[in-house]
């Protein structure tokens, strides 16, 4: 069984910081692919980062440069600081991974969610 624990979410003001973590934990082989989204009241889950296990990175547009996503292979864990942070940014944020098993078959497997609040 594979689970993902988030921390880091809280409110902050507009032009603030804050850290997400996603731990990885159970038995599998490895993670392919460890991203973050988020979702905003009245609105679909949408892709924030993401960070492959070969080192590549994504950003959604609406965050380039202000956020980073980072992961620890061997902690089994992927980061996300948020730097500049907008009220848009406002929503749930959610860890996903690509889970590879030691049958070696894929899982996608998502965290609780952590609320972000930012004030303007």
């Known amino acids: 069984q594979v689970q993902l624990v988030e921390s880091g979410g809280g409110e902050v003001q507009a032009g603030g910081s804050l850290r997400l973590s996603c731990a990885a934990s159970?038995?599998?082989?490895?993670?392919?692919?460890f991203g973050w989204y988020r979702q905003a009241p009245g609105t679909q889950r949408e892709l924030v980062a993401s960070?492959?296990?070969?080192?590549?990175?994504n950003y959604a547009d609406r965050v380039k440069g202000r956020f980073t996503i980072s992961r620890d292979n061997a902690k089994n864990t992927v980061y996300l600081q948020m730097d500049s942070l907008k009220p848009e940014d406002t929503a749930v944020y959610y860890c996903?991974?690509?889970?590879?098993?030691?049958?070696?078959?894929?899982?996608?497997?998502w965290g609780q969610g952590t609320q972000v609040t930012v004030s303007s």
């Open positions: 996903n991974a690509n889970v590879i098993t030691v049958s070696r078959f894929r899982l996608n497997k």
């Open positions: 159970g038995s599998f082989f490895s993670i392919n692919v």
């Open positions: 960070a492959s296990s070969d080192g590549s990175t």
